[in-house]
């Protein structure tokens, strides 16, 4: 775990705007069956591996594209770790939402080969021993889960968001396909249309972002409330995800993952459901993120 700032990385959630809260006032008591075990919809939300620009200092100064670095070789295999782990612990992810921006996609492609292993019980040192089946898992781009788009998190921003061009004219990541190459082959699903339509304008709010955080993770639980879903994105959504809960998020290390859980009582052909409270299950230290005590 990285030293940690007094400050809390996330201290400024609106409790009026609490998505996860959002869920648990929909949800009805009326329509559960005692008599009938639910079914219980896991959402892991986990930040990307460790990058380049934070390994190698001078690596911006010369590098293409400094507003959106790579993953480490060690950051790789951070992502195959932990994506082993969850493989072994048996939580049967089927559905992966990525940011588009490199270090997710690439910390997406060591998961998704780890989630694929075809024999649970082989420990490869790396993805590329692996052998896997491409239809365990399925993924594709989520915009809402890109980066914090402002200065605070992005150092370096392309010379077109400086001079004020709109957000779909700046190359903030790699054309898609390019993207989409990178994970295992047959896991990529292109039919899958992103919940936030484009990558959010430069210059967003912090306070913004939050909420974009918190109503993107919502959305794609509720797309695919008969999975169990996996989302990979930066420090600051995986913040979002347990500070929904009223805790104050100190530290969110590399690899770090949330681990949120609810029960589904029931569906109907119209695609409703009924469900019920989400329930923070994810440990403050072990999961490499740190927080703290209830907000006041």
Not at 43 to 51: A, I, S, T
Request: with cysteine; aromatic share 10%.
């Amino acid at each position: 775990m990285d030293p940690v700032d007094p400050t809390p990385v996330i201290s400024d959630m609106e409790e009026e705007s609490t998505a996860f809260g959002a869920v648990r006032e929909e949800s009805s008591s009326d329509e559960v069956n005692p008599a009938e075990r639910p079914y219980m919809q896991n959402l892991f939300v986990m930040r990307h591996g460790e990058r380049m620009d934070d390994a190698d200092e001078v690596w911006a100064e010369t590098a293409p594209r400094p507003w959106d670095p790579p993953l480490t070789e060690k950051g790789k295999y951070q992502a195959f770790v932990v994506g082993k782990r969850l493989k072994r612990e048996g939580w049967n992810i089927t559905r992966v939402l990525v940011s588009p921006f490199l270090r997710c996609v690439q910390t997406a492609a060591e998961v998704i080969t780890a989630l694929c292993l075809v024999d649970s019980s082989s420990d490869p040192s790396s993805s590329r021993e692996a052998v896997i089946d491409p239809s365990r898992v399925k993924v594709s781009f989520e915009f809402g889960l890109s980066e914090l788009m402002n200065a605070r998190a992005i150092r370096r921003p392309p010379e077109a968001a400086t001079a004020g061009a709109s957000s779909g004219a700046i190359p903030w990541h790699l054309e898609l396909s390019e993207l989409a190459a990178m994970f295992p082959a047959g896991t990529f699903e292109p039919s899958v249309k992103s919940v936030w339509p484009q990558i959010p304008a430069w210059r967003e709010s912090t306070a913004d972002a939050h909420q974009r955080y918190a109503s993107t993770l919502l959305s794609v639980a509720n797309k695919f409330v008969r999975e169990n879903v996996l989302c990979i994105t930066h420090g600051q959504g995986v913040g979002v995800s347990v500070a929904e809960f009223q805790f104050l998020v100190y530290a969110v290390d590399y690899c770090a993952h949330s681990h949120v859980q609810r029960p589904i009582y029931s569906f109907s052909s119209d695609g409703s459901f009924s469900a019920g409270e989400w329930e923070l299950l994810t440990e403050s230290g072990p999961s490499g993120v740190l927080y703290g005590k209830f907000k006041d």
